[in-house]
């Protein structure tokens, strides 16, 4: 590995840092406003560093910055996950995270998936869970559990669908609830729970 200068080891730092903290890297532009540079001083860091063998990217791809070597005086390292992406519900008899139920793979900071956890992505159908801070689009990082706690958000088995919904108990009942004003909740006397929502990411 080729050395550093010292503007560049603080984006890198910046970069590691902020994907452990956010299970997704900084875009080109997060990265500039921390640093009060342009958008072109970043692409030349960016373009340096990966010349030098410290990242990867995806080029054209928001958010495709992957740490290659941390080299944070604390010794700092970033381990990631491989966590599946679903299609939906399988077929019938079918386990959720059959091979035929993967639509694909993404990587993400162990903080946000755990190992040993088990864990799973979807992609948001709508905006249901606006009031959250979740949109349409977004890739929801799940947990998996059979139960949850109040006022914890889940992934939940509705009429054959996989929604995700802020789980409320009740007396009598549970109630997935959505946070926009338009769905409705839905009660259950006892929902079927795949899992607990663990982090949200989101593209530009």
Do not use: W
């Amino acid at each position: 590995m080729c050395s550093l200068t010292e503007r560049q080891r603080e984006v890198l730092e910046f970069i590691a840092r902020f994907s452990e903290d956010n299970a997704y890297p900084p875009t080109v532009r997060e990265i500039g406003e921390h640093f009060s540079v342009s958008l072109r001083a970043v692409q030349d860091h960016i373009a340096a560093l990966q010349k030098k063998g410290y990242i990867s990217l995806c080029p054209k791809r928001s958010r495709s910055i992957r740490v290659l070597k941390d080299c944070r005086p604390d010794g700092g390292s970033l381990s990631t996950v491989r966590v599946p992406v679903l299609k939906g519900l399988p077929s019938a008899g079918q386990p959720l995270l059959s091979e035929g139920n993967i639509a694909s793979y993404i990587v993400v900071a162990e903080s946000a998936a755990p190992a040993g956890a088990g864990c799973f992505a979807l992609q948001v159908p709508d905006d249901s869970m606006r009031g959250a801070g979740i949109l349409a689009g977004d890739t929801a990082v799940i947990r998996v559990s059979a139960d949850a706690e109040d006022g914890q958000i889940v992934a939940a088995v509705v009429e054959n669908a996989l929604l995700l919904r802020r789980f409320c108990r009740e007396a009598s009942r549970v109630c997935l609830q959505p946070e926009d004003s338009v769905s409705r909740p839905v009660y259950f006397q006892d929902a079927r729970i795949e899992g607990v929502l663990s982090c949200i990411i989101r593209t530009y």
